[in-house]
Every structure is written in structure tokens, then in C-alpha cells.
């Protein structure tokens, strides 16, 4: 082998070396250029989203209608055995009191998971995890787009009072999402809740 040849073979084997370093180092540069919710693993993001997602269940009141309320020692309470689940299956409620034109046009039941009113009657959805009573099939597409549209599955009938989703509609998509995320990380409950009957039907 020449000199020239000896000297263009090093040559390239030296700018294989040299290129690899840099491809290999290029990346541990750019990640410490990055801030750090730029390299969050996506278990960091989770984790991050049930976290958020508890704090807005606990305190925007989902509690309040999907979660069976019970009589405790100091008066109603929700009872946190049935988290979520909604309308007891078991629960079957008799026909609604005749409210007439007011002042009273809607009421509910001691469980506060079943309304009616002028819609008709409304039950409160199972939100647990559980895939053939609750929302374990659903995907944070669909979740987001029932809360933003206010129809079932995204698409369906609309959901009925007194579920405030126009109010949760303002919620952040990341809001939504970690909403979903913490869903998914409670207890699934076999609870199937009844259809609604809209005024007229019944």
C-alpha cells in the first residue's frame, strides 16, 4: 500500500471516529441544553397528570354526585367505598315526585347519583376504570371530546343535568388529561348505571 493510500485510509478511519463521538455526544449536549420539563420520560409525565387529576377530582366536586353519598354520623357523606362508581344498579328509584310549574322544578334522590327534572332523569355515570360498566374502554380522545362537546362518548346524546360540563369544558386539555390519567388509577367497579329517560319516554 502507497503512503497516499496509507495516509487516506487514516484519514477516513479518523472521520468515522470523529463522527461517531459527535453522534453519540450530540445528544448528552442537547439534553443538557434542554430544560428540565423538556426531558420528562413520559412515566415522569404521568405521574405528573394522576397527580394533577387527583387534585381537580377532590376539589371540582366530582365526589359530590358520582360517588354515592351515604348517611354518616354528622349527616350525608359520600361513600368512598363506591368512589365513582355512580348510580347504584341495585338502587331502583320509584317514579319522581310531581313538581308542577315551581318554585321546586328538579330534585334528586338521598344518594345524590339520581335527578329529575323538566329533562327527564338523569344518573350519574360510573367514571371507575372497570371496562363493561365504567369508562375502562374509553380513551383520553374520546374523554376530552365528551367534556368539550358535552355528548356521550363525544358524539352521542348530550349529557344531561346537573353535570356542569359546560364549566369543565374551560378546563385545559391538560387539565382533561390528567383528569383521565388519575381516572384511570382508581379502583374499577362492576356498576352498571341505568339509562336516562328523557322527558316524555318515561
Not at 24 to 50: D, I
Not at 66 to 91: C, I, Y
Not at 114 to 134: E, K, M, Q, V
Request: aromatic share 8%.
Amino acid at each position: 500500500m502507497s503512503v497516499q493510500q496509507k495516509t487516506f485510509t487514516a484519514f477516513v478511519a479518523t472521520v468515522a471516529v470523529v463522527l461517531a463521538l459527535s453522534l453519540s455526544v450530540a445528544p448528552m449536549a442537547a439534553k443538557k441544553l434542554m430544560k428540565p420539563s423538556q426531558v420528562q420520560t413520559q412515566t415522569e409525565l404521568t405521574s405528573q397528570r394522576v397527580e394533577r387529576g387527583k387534585y381537580i377530582v377532590s376539589t371540582a366536586g366530582c365526589h359530590d354526585c358520582h360517588t354515592p353519598w351515604k348517611m354518616g354520623a354528622k349527616g350525608p357523606e359520600p361513600d368512598m367505598t363506591r368512589a365513582l362508581s355512580g348510580h347504584p344498579e341495585d338502587f331502583k328509584v320509584p317514579p319522581p315526585p310531581k313538581l308542577g310549574n315551581g318554585p321546586w322544578v328538579w330534585t334528586a334522590v338521598g344518594t345524590n347519583t339520581a335527578f329529575a327534572g323538566p329533562w327527564g332523569i338523569s344518573y350519574t355515570a360510573n367514571l371507575t376504570p372497570d371496562r363493561l360498566t365504567g369508562t375502562g374502554i374509553w380513551t383520553e380522545d374520546i374523554f376530552v371530546k365528551t367534556i368539550r362537546t358535552g355528548r356521550h362518548w363525544g358524539v352521542a346524546r348530550p349529557i344531561l343535568p346537573p353535570m356542569p360540563w359546560p364549566v369543565y369544558r374551560n378546563m385545559t386539555d391538560e387539565d382533561l388529561k390528567s383528569v383521565f390519567a388519575y381516572l384511570r388509577t382508581v379502583k374499577p367497579i362492576r356498576n352498571q348505571v341505568p339509562e336516562p329517560v328523557l322527558a316524555g319516554e318515561g
